[in-house]
């Protein structure tokens, strides 16, 4: 018997996508029968309030949580949510219910060993609950009351040798896509870069001293399926720069209809016979490739990169080999100024550990961020507010014109005094010798 | 209860503490045929929904059996999967960006038993517990964030719409018969921790009313000038009121400045700005990250506010279904839902849809807005 009536969160059980609510009461009868007799360290029903709770929001249309209170582990200003709910009474097993993120290793890959070693400590310290994972990326720990904080700190980093992950003003839990682990797209080793990157700023990533949220992404091509160039302050997205590598029987087993095009991925309508021309030549945005009925031709000094022509024909169509990334610097959801878009910086670099040229990059915006960055101002925001040439000045790059869409349309332009002959102390006797009043 | 220690001393917290080890190394839980073919994939097939096949330059090849799951997720779930690593994949699993399970495998008839064992698990309530699919020009898994679950700020819930948004396109997630890949993506307020906005779809939790003002708290609970500083349309300003015969410091929100985005109520928790008539979703559209073909650009806000109509958000699921069967219907292949739009011109889309378009779609905020008028006298009748 259910310990609170839920006859809303009930209707979300039926239908074919996978109930969350099923699983929280999947778990409710879990921990009642406590099969591994645990001596349950926060209360034993929590899932059963966590689901109460959530039924009295589903009546109310509103959320039951208050805000963060400070809490967390010794040494780290981050890692750790505050969670507290406003209706602690009438839902005690979730009076108390913090978060806990913990590090996943770049790409999500596991072992059933690791995740099982997890869930012990959650069964027994938490409310068996979690997110697999948080948007950012962490494994996300949902609900365990402040005295469970250190404990669960300790057996992470003593049983299982892992850390928390970010929260607050700090760099926030990096992330890539899987790479070069299991695909032919990846420009560089994303996860590595990945990896090598989150171990050299642990400081920043646990110890808050920046003004507002900083996140990394690492994108292998430009095809962004870890979507660094929405999603993160400094994304590292994957280029070439040397020809796109053609395998011309490929391309005809392409057109004979021999090879599925843009590897089957449409095959589940009959879009007509595959057309080249018409799916691939006439597609490429910068129309930089041709078909002679025979030989596929593509300009590289005009390609893109957009990964079109690649996607469509994975088996005739490879990435060059001078490989490397851009990087697009200043992405962030709306709140408060706007959502923004990553502007591409660094057109190309190289991306041969241990990264220092990609870190130098990185350590000079943060320099000046720091200094000039308001209060819960994104490093997007600071660019928007003091230019992008600002940017510029403080990484040390020299404007191009790839920096920008199109110039300016107005001619407001800041010029440097040094950039003027005689510069802007003038001699205004001298110009009233020349210029009656 | 009795208290376990895990070996913490609390009167000795920097006892042999351990600080700063960061995640495991990427390549430690690598199933033996990734690790070996590291760097050298030669190619992929996705060789039936859900089922990718993926060939190394050594010839060996990974099947990948794709599968749905709640964010949302139990440890008993957790356990499942392991349960199924083990048997089928020695013991390896991986997540994708977007919530959806992984599984493994080296030899086709393995992917076979795989892939039906996982279409073959429900939950007691009915529901697949691993649905394969999730790939190619279909849609796959949301992201979203906590909602009601577990956050203070939401105008929605997340994991209960997503549920039912799922449950509507269920076919579209088992098939791959769409235009291009459709990405949907639920972000239960405009902070965006889930960053709907370059999604095909996305959804997002709004309020519609200004913040209410705790006078007794504001001064005890907030920093003040830091509830003013955060508001984007400088709609707070300090003030001093009267409460309970007494001069207190406050704020005052000019109400018509106000668009709700509850960032003042994120740095102060005296002004609550949840409530359950006014809050709602807005549909955004047209988004996308990849560079394919054209640039990565924002969603578009098409519908301005649904109600929260838990438990099953009829309205919401219906609209999203339909936006989805008239891109189906009239995109051509490869072109996602935004360029779609811009090809036909959004007059088109707004026709071509039945919604109807409103003055609260036209952009007011800031110096971007003017950029999506029309100065032109380009446009279709």
Known sequence: ??????????????????????????????????????????????????????????????????????????????????????????????????????????????HSKFLRDLCDIWDLRGSGLTNMHG???????????????????????????????????????????????????????????????????????????????????????????????????????GTWKDDIKI????????VGGEFKPNAGAHSGRDWGKFDIQKEVIDLCPS????????????????????????????????????????ILVGAKAPVVDGAQMGSLLVPFISCEAPYDDVKEVIEKIWDWWMEEGKNRERVGETMKRLSFQKLLEVTDTEAAAYHVREPRSNPYIFFKEEEVPGGWDRDLAAYRNRHQR | MAFISSGYNPEKPMEGRITDIGPHKYDEYFPPVIKKNFGKWLYHEILEPGVLLHVAE???????????????????????????ADKYCGGYVRWTTRNNIEFMVEDEATMKALRDDLNSRKFAGGSYKFPVGGTGAGVSNMVHTQGWVHCHTPATDASGPVKCVMDTVFEEFKNMRLPAPVRIALACCINMCGAVHCSDIGLVGI?????????????????????????????????????????????????????YCGNCYTMCPALPISDGEGDGIAIMVGGKVSN??????????????????????????????????????NANKYERLGDWANRIGWESFFKLTGLKFTHHLIDDFRDPAYYTWRQSTQFKF
């Not at chain 1, 996860?191 to 990533?205: G, H, I, S, V």
């Not at chain 1, 395998?247 to 392409?254: F, I, L, R, S």
């Not at chain 2, 050594?58 to 199924?84: A, F, L, P, W």
Request: glycine content about 8%; some cysteine; aromatic content about 8%.
């Open chain 2, 292 to 329: 394919r073909i054209t640039m990565p650009k924002f969603s578009k806000v098409v519908v301005g506010y649904i109600p929260n109509e838990p438990p099953r958000w009829p309205t919401l699921t219906k609209t999203v279904k339909h936006i989805l069967d008239v891109y189906a219907a």
């Open chain 2, 207 to 259: 309020h519609r009313k200004p913040p209410m003002i705790d006078h007794q708290w504001a001064d005890k609970l907030c920093e003040i000038p830091l509830a003013v500083a955060a508001c984007p349309t400088a709609a707070v300003r300090p003030t001093k009121v009267e409460y309970n015969g007494e001069k207190v410091n406050s704020v005052a929100i000019k109400q018509d400045r106000c668009m």
């Open chain 2, 58 to 84: 050594s010839g060996d090849k990974v099947y990948t059996v794709r599968v749905g799951g709640t964010r949302t997720m139990s440890i008993t779930n957790i356990r499942e999967i392991c349960d199924i």
């Open chain 1, 135 to 237: 948007s950012t990326g962490d494994i996300v720990l949902l609900g365990t009351q402040t005295p469970q904080l250190e404990e669960i700190f300790h057996e992470l980093t003593h049983k299982m040798s892992v850390d928390l992950g970010g929260s607050g003003s700090n760099l926030r839990t990096p992330e890539a896509c899987l790479g070069q682990s299991r695909c032919e797209y990846a420009c560089y080793n994303t996860q590595d870069m990945c990896y090598q990157l989150t171990m050299d700023y642990q400081d920043e990533l646990h110890r808050p001293a920046f003004p507002y949220k900083f996140k990394f992404k690492f994108d292998g091509c430009p095809n962004g399926c870890v979507c660094a160039m929405a999603r993160s302050d400094f994304a590292v997205v």
């Open chain 1, 287 to 326: 129309k930089c490739m041709s078909w002679d009925g025979s030989k596929l031709s593509i300009k590289t000094a005009d390609c893109v990169r957009c990964m079109h022509c690649i996607n469509t024909m994975p088996r005739a169509l490879h990435i060059g080999d001078e490989r490397g990334a851009s």
């Open chain 1, 1 to 110: 018997m259910a310990k609170h009536a839920t006859p809303l969160l009930d209707q979300l059980e039926s239908g074919p996508w996978p109930s969350f609510v099923s699983d929280i009461k999947q778990e409710a009868a879990n921990r009642a029968a406590n099969p591994k007799g645990l001596d349950y360290q926060i209360p034993v029903d929590c899932p059963e309030d966590l689901l109460g709770v959530l039924e009295l929001s589903y009546e109310e249309k509103e959320t039951h949580w208050k805000h963060g209170g400070i809490v967390g582990v010794f040494g780290y200003g981050g890692g750790v949510i505050g969670r507290y709910c406003d209706q602690p009474e009438k839902f005690p097993g979730v009076a108390h219910f913090h978060t806990v993120r913990v590090a996943q290793p770049a790409a999500k890959y596991y």
């Open chain 1, 247 to 254: 395998d011309q029987d490929a391309v005809k087993a392409y």
